[in-house]
């Protein structure tokens, strides 16, 4: 069982992957787990994440500059 559940773990990371099979991974290994759909990830979940990354920022860089790039997502 768990070299079955390695190789469809492994599935998830692999360029061949596609998000139905993360629905079927979720399905057969969590039956009561729900996979957020994308406008759930790209909002409430990633600006959450987002959030919590700002604050250790904040934290870490307390009184000091410093300079940020990104891809275009902003929070």
């Given at each position: 069982?768990?070299?079955?559940?390695?190789?469809?773990?492994?599935?998830?990371?692999?360029?061949?992957?596609?998000?139905?099979?993360?629905?079927?991974?979720?399905?057969?290994?969590?039956?009561?787990?729900?996979?957020?759909?994308?406008?759930?990830?790209?909002?409430?979940?990633?600006?959450?994440?987002?959030?919590?990354?700002?604050?250790?920022?904040?934290?870490?860089?307390?009184?000091?500059l410093a300079t940020?790039?990104?891809?275009?997502?902003?929070?």
């Amino acid at each position: 069982m768990q070299s079955e559940f390695g190789k469809d773990f492994l599935l998830q990371f692999t360029p061949h992957g596609t998000p139905q099979q993360m629905h079927l991974f979720v399905q057969k290994w969590i039956p009561s787990g729900v996979v957020p759909d994308q406008r759930t990830l790209s909002s409430l979940i990633l600006n959450w994440e987002a959030a919590k990354v700002k604050d250790q920022l904040k934290m870490k860089l307390h009184r000091r500059l410093a300079t940020f790039i990104t891809d275009g997502c902003s929070v």
